[in-house]
C-alpha cells in the first residue's frame, strides 16, 4: 500500500514525540516497583489504598465464549486542541472537549488489552506497554493477574498494528519474552512495512526509531510468529483488514454463534472525538483520508448491526455500542453487570 510519506513522517514523529510512546526500550524514568509483573515486566508504582479504583479489567460474553478487557494505563496528550487534530480548528477541538466534559489542558488516552478464552485457548489482541512507555502507562500486569489471567497461558497475542503502545508489551525492557508459549499473529500488509529494509532506510531520522522497534520486539519470537490477510485465523476470530491508520491496521470479529464483537484497534481514538466528528484526521493516523475512508465503513457496520465494539483507547471498560447521528456517531457504555 502506498502510504503517503507526508502522512507517514507527521504521523511517525507525533507518535516520536509523546513521551508516553517514545521509550520503546527503556523503563520509565520514575521507578515502577511492588505490583506483580510477567517474566520481568515493569509493572506500575504500587496503588495508594486510599485513592486506587478497583482492579481494571472487565469480562462480558460472546456466546460462550468469554471477553476480558484489561486496562493497561494511559497516555497524556498535552494541549490537544493544538495539532492533535490536523484537519479542525483549535476552537472547534475545544469545543467538543468541552461538550463531553473533558479537559482541554491535557488529555488522557487509554490503553486497552483484550483477551478472548475459547475453549483451550487464551487469545490477547494486542501486547499493551509493557510498562515501558511512561509513568501512566504499564496497569497491565497487575490487573491481569488480578483478572487471573496468566502469561504463560496465553496461546496466541493477535498484533492490530505496530505502533509502540501496541507491541511495547511483547517483550521486558532487556528483550526477553513476555508471552513464552504464545504463538504471535500478525497482518502481512503490516509486517511488510515495517520490516522492508527500503522504508526503513527512506524513513526520516525521527522515524527510524519506530521500524528499530518493531525489530526488537518480534526478534524474540523469531519462529513462532505467522503472517495472515483478511478471514478466519483462529476459530471464531476473523481478520478484517482496515486500513490508514497504518498501512496494514486489521481489526479483529470474535464470533460465536450469531453472537459477536469487533476488536476496532485504533480506527478511531478517543471516542468524543472521532466518533462524533469521523472527518476528523488524527495526528496518528499515517494515511488520513483512507483512515477515515476506513473510520466511517466500519462505524456504519457496527452502528447498523448492532456489534459490539472494542476501542483501544476508550474511556474503560472500552466496550459498548456505536449509534449513527446526524453528523456522525455516538459511543454508548455497555452495561455493566456483576456476574458475566
Given at each position: 500500500?502506498?502510504?503517503?510519506?507526508?502522512?507517514?513522517a507527521?504521523a511517525?514523529?507525533?507518535?516520536?514525540?509523546?513521551p508516553f510512546?517514545?521509550r520503546?526500550?527503556?523503563?520509565p524514568?520514575?521507578?515502577q516497583a511492588?505490583?506483580?509483573?510477567?517474566?520481568?515486566?515493569?509493572?506500575?508504582?504500587?496503588?495508594?489504598?486510599?485513592?486506587a479504583?478497583?482492579?481494571?479489567?472487565?469480562r462480558?460474553?460472546?456466546?460462550?465464549?468469554?471477553v476480558?478487557?484489561?486496562?493497561?494505563?494511559?497516555?497524556?496528550?498535552?494541549?490537544?486542541?493544538?495539532?492533535?487534530?490536523?484537519?479542525?480548528?483549535?476552537?472547534?477541538?475545544?469545543?467538543?472537549?468541552?461538550?463531553?466534559?473533558?479537559?482541554?489542558?491535557?488529555?488522557r488516552?487509554p490503553?486497552?488489552?483484550?483477551?478472548?478464552?475459547?475453549g483451550?485457548?487464551?487469545?490477547?489482541f494486542?501486547a499493551?506497554?509493557?510498562?515501558?512507555l511512561?509513568?501512566?502507562?504499564?496497569?497491565?500486569?497487575a490487573?491481569m493477574?488480578?483478572?487471573?489471567?496468566?502469561?504463560?497461558?496465553?496461546?496466541?497475542?493477535?498484533?492490530?498494528?505496530f505502533?509502540?503502545?501496541h507491541?511495547?508489551?511483547?517483550?521486558?525492557?532487556?528483550?526477553?519474552?513476555?508471552?513464552?508459549?504464545?504463538?504471535i499473529?500478525?497482518?502481512?500488509?503490516?509486517?511488510?512495512?515495517w520490516?522492508?529494509?527500503?522504508?526503513?532506510?527512506?524513513?526520516?531520522?525521527?522515524?527510524?526509531?519506530?521500524?528499530?522497534?518493531?525489530?526488537r520486539?518480534?526478534?524474540?519470537?523469531?519462529?513462532?510468529?505467522?503472517?495472515?490477510?483478511?478471514g478466519?485465523?483462529?476459530?471464531?476470530v476473523?481478520a478484517?483488514s482496515?486500513?490508514?491508520?497504518?498501512?496494514?491496521?486489521?481489526?479483529?470479529l470474535?464470533?460465536?454463534?450469531?453472537?459477536?464483537?469487533?476488536?476496532l484497534g485504533?480506527?478511531?481514538?478517543?471516542?468524543?472525538?472521532?466518533?462524533?466528528?469521523?472527518?476528523?484526521?488524527?495526528?496518528f493516523?499515517?494515511?488520513?483520508?483512507?483512515a477515515?475512508?476506513?473510520?466511517r465503513?466500519v462505524?456504519?457496520?457496527?452502528?447498523?448491526?448492532?456489534i459490539?465494539c472494542?476501542?483501544?483507547?476508550?474511556?474503560?471498560?472500552?466496550?459498548g455500542?456505536?449509534a449513527?447521528?446526524?453528523?456522525?456517531?455516538?459511543?454508548?457504555?455497555?452495561?455493566?453487570?456483576?456476574?458475566?
Amino acid at each position: 500500500m502506498d502510504i503517503d510519506r507526508r502522512g507517514f513522517a507527521v504521523a511517525t514523529g507525533a507518535l516520536l514525540a509523546m513521551p508516553f510512546l517514545t521509550r520503546l526500550g527503556s523503563s520509565p524514568a520514575a521507578a515502577q516497583a511492588a505490583a506483580p509483573a510477567p517474566a520481568g515486566t515493569a509493572p506500575a508504582a504500587a496503588p495508594n489504598l486510599a485513592t486506587a479504583q478497583a482492579p481494571g479489567f472487565f469480562r462480558f460474553k460472546v456466546g460462550s465464549h468469554i471477553v476480558t478487557v484489561v486496562n493497561d494505563g494511559y497516555g497524556v496528550r498535552p494541549n490537544p486542541t493544538q495539532g492533535f487534530v490536523r484537519n479542525a480548528e483549535p476552537a472547534a477541538v475545544e469545543a467538543a472537549l468541552k461538550a463531553a466534559f473533558l479537559p482541554t489542558d491535557a488529555l488522557r488516552l487509554p490503553y486497552t488489552v483484550t483477551f478472548l478464552q475459547a475453549g483451550e485457548k487464551l487469545i490477547m489482541f494486542d501486547a499493551g506497554t509493557g510498562g515501558q512507555l511512561g509513568a501512566t502507562a504499564g496497569r497491565m500486569a497487575a490487573n491481569m493477574q488480578a483478572a487471573g489471567l496468566d502469561p504463560a497461558k496465553v496461546t496466541e497475542v493477535i498484533i492490530t498494528h505496530f505502533h509502540g503502545d501496541h507491541i511495547s508489551g511483547l517483550t521486558t525492557a532487556d528483550d526477553k519474552p513476555v508471552f513464552a508459549n504464545a504463538e504471535i499473529i500478525v497482518p502481512k500488509a503490516e509486517w511488510d512495512f515495517w520490516t522492508d529494509e527500503g522504508n526503513a532506510s527512506r524513513a526520516a531520522d525521527a522515524m527510524k526509531p519506530a521500524f528499530a522497534a518493531v525489530k526488537r520486539r518480534f526478534e524474540p519470537y523469531k519462529g513462532r510468529t505467522r503472517e495472515i490477510s483478511d478471514g478466519e485465523v483462529l476459530p471464531g476470530v476473523v481478520a478484517l483488514s482496515t486500513p490508514g491508520h497504518t498501512p496494514g491496521h486489521t481489526s479483529y470479529l470474535l464470533s460465536d454463534g450469531s453472537a459477536q464483537a469487533l476488536v476496532l484497534g485504533d480506527i478511531t481514538n478517543r471516542p468524543e472525538l472521532n466518533l462524533a466528528h469521523p472527518n476528523w484526521h488524527l495526528v496518528f493516523d499515517m494515511d488520513a483520508d483512507l483512515a477515515e475512508k476506513t473510520r466511517r465503513e466500519v462505524l456504519d457496520r457496527v452502528a447498523t448491526d448492532r456489534i459490539r465494539c472494542i476501542g483501544y483507547h476508550f474511556p474503560f471498560p472500552a466496550n459498548g455500542y456505536v449509534a449513527k447521528e446526524a453528523e456522525g456517531y455516538r459511543f454508548f457504555p455497555a452495561d455493566w453487570t456483576p456476574e458475566v
